[in-house]
């Protein structure tokens, strides 16, 4: 009973606890919501005083913006006043200066009209003047016609004739005269002159397939390339097949011999005894094969480059070497080798026109010429000759048969001969392909000696310095002094109308006058 009592009290006493804690909890809880009330009361206060204080931030500057837009309008509007303004003044500037202008057009107009008027006026008056002068001309020339017994055609062929007589013996006068004026003042400077124009217009006329020339540098040395009773000379020309010419030209050796290879072969070894110095046999023969060597190597490599160039690969070695022989041979003065890289790339292109076969083409317009590396060696054409090289390092059978019919030795068969054959032909004729041949040659020195020979008084002619000079000799009776300088300038300017040829070619007039008488 006691122990119920003890926690009944425990449990009263834990009421009353709880409700005595309520109690105060909810005391407390009115202070907490009393403050909290009160600081979101001033929070609030203060965020309206901060968004007046914002409002009034923006209001005075939305104010200063308008203000500086205000500002920046008046002043642009300032600008595009002045500028109309200066618009206005440059246009009325313009209309005063157009006026102005307008004004003396209108001046000028009327000036002309009247100067118009005045120029018409005095051309009835000289037209009027012209037929009253006409008429006292024809007047004239008719008592002038009765009076001579010419008509007026004939009298003004006498007057030109006498004119043109009288002119040319005038001016054969004045330049004789001038001539001998300068000729006595001048005489060493026109010397130099001459000498100069003589030296620089000079060209030597040398068969370059079978001669070269290798320079000195003093007389003496002709002695030692000829060596004692001569044996150095025998051993040169013994060693490379070529004859050595030691004349009466001046510090030079003649090479003369058929074969290009042994001419540069020749060449490069006298250059080098003497640049070296010791020449005897012994050193001869070393020289030549050492030479040799160099110069078939050198013909490789340039047979090499041809086939690298054209783009023909595959070749036969022994054919490329042949093929680079070709740098040392020419025909009218054209170096083969690079005639048959041309002609490889004109039957190139012609071949890609027509359809064929361009690796071919060009093969065949390398080869085409590959007979003249040895025909000084073996008889025959070397068209022939070529194809027979060809066969035999087993080149295609076209490539044979274009090479053979190049030159019309076989009949032609196909597209490639034919254009093998026009390619053949475009390279050597085409401007600075090749020089002139000798008959072109000989006819131009022909028609220099006709052209001279046309002219009247003139005995004979003669045409010396490889066409660069004619002689032309005339009848003293006929032509005197002063004629004879006016017929070598007439002679002169026909020949610039009438011919073409390099340089210049001079013309000299002789007259010679004999008496001749017997003693008896």
């Known amino acids: 009973m006691?122990?119920?009592?003890?926690?009944?009290?425990?449990?009263?006493?834990?009421a009353a606890g709880l409700g005595i804690g309520k109690t105060l909890a909810r005391g407390a809880g009115r202070q907490r919501m009393a403050e909290a009330e009160e600081l979101i009361r001033r929070r609030e206060e203060e965020t309206r005083e901060r968004m007046a204080t914002l409002e009034k931030e923006l209001e005075l500057k939305g104010k200063a913006k308008q203000l500086e837009l205000r500002q920046q309008f008046d002043n642009e509007a300032q600008a595009s006043r002045e500028k109309i303004r200066n618009q206005e003044l440059r246009n009325k500037q313009k209309n005063d200066v157009l006026e102005k202008k307008s004004e003396v057009l209108d001046r000028r107009d009327l000036e002309i009209t009247q100067r118009e008027r005045t120029v018409i006026v005095r051309e009835k008056a000289l037209v009027q003047q012209e037929k009253k002068y006409q008429a006292l001309v024809d007047d004239w020339y008719t008592k002038i016609e009765k009076a001579a017994g010419l008509t007026s055609q004939e009298a003004k062929k006498q007057l030109v004739e006498s004119v043109i007589s009288e002119a040319k013996h005038e001016a054969a006068k004045s330049v004789r005269r001038i001539e001998e004026e300068a000729r006595e003042s001048a005489e060493k400077n026109a010397k130099k002159i001459i000498a100069l124009a003589t030296q620089r217009v000079a060209v030597d006329f040398v068969n370059e397939n079978s001669v070269s020339v290798v320079h000195l540098?003093?007389?003496?040395?002709?002695?030692?390339?000829?060596?004692?009773?001569?044996r150095n000379i025998r051993a040169l020309e013994a060693a490379t097949g070529i004859d050595f010419i030691v004349d009466d030209t001046p510090e030079a050796v003649?090479?003369?011999?058929?074969?290009?290879?042994?001419?540069?072969?020749?060449?490069?070894?006298?250059?080098?005894?003497?640049?070296?110095?010791?020449?005897?046999?012994?050193?001869?023969?070393?020289?030549?094969?050492?030479?040799?060597?160099?110069i078939e190597k050198e013909m490789a490599q340039a047979g090499e480059q041809a086939t690298f160039d054209v783009g023909v690969h595959g070749m036969h070695p022994d054919l490329i070497k042949l093929l680079g022989r070709l740098r040392y041979r020419t025909s009218y003065s054209q170096n083969q080798l690079s005639h048959a890289v041309e002609v490889a790339f004109i039957n190139g292109i012609m071949a890609a026109e027509l359809g064929l076969n361009v690796k071919i083409a060009r093969r065949a317009g390398l080869l085409h010429d590959i007979g003249k590396a040895v025909d000084h060696e073996v008889e025959g054409s070397h068209a022939l000759i070529g194809m027979e090289l060809a066969r035999k390092y087993n080149e295609h059978p076209d490539v044979c048969h274009a090479i053979g019919a190049h030159h019309e030795d076989i009949k032609m068969e196909s597209a490639l001969d034919v254009i093998t054959q026009v390619a053949d032909a475009l390279s050597g004729a085409r401007p600075g392909a090749r020089r002139e041949m000798f008959e072109s040659y000989i006819k131009r020195l022909n028609d220099l000696e006709g052209i001279a020979q046309s002219f009247e008084g003139v005995e004979k002619t003669f045409a010396i310095q490889a066409g660069r000079e004619i002689r032309v000799m005339v009848e003293a009776e006929k032509v005197d002094d002063d004629g004879s300088l006016v017929l070598s300038k007439d002679i002169a300017r026909k020949i610039e109308q009438e011919m073409t040829y390099p340089g210049q070619i001079r013309v000299v007039v002789i007259r010679e006058s004999r008496a001749v008488e017997y003693a008896r």
């Open 2 to 14: 006691g122990t119920i009592v003890t926690a009944v009290a425990v449990v009263l006493a834990l």
């Open 217 to 230: 540098p003093n007389e003496e040395m002709k002695g030692r390339i000829i060596g004692r009773e001569g």
């Open 254 to 294: 003649i090479l003369s011999g058929h074969n290009p290879v042994r001419r540069a072969v020749a060449s490069r070894v006298l250059q080098q005894l003497i640049q070296d110095g010791r020449i005897h046999p012994g050193r001869i023969e070393e020289i030549v094969q050492k030479v040799e060597q160099e």
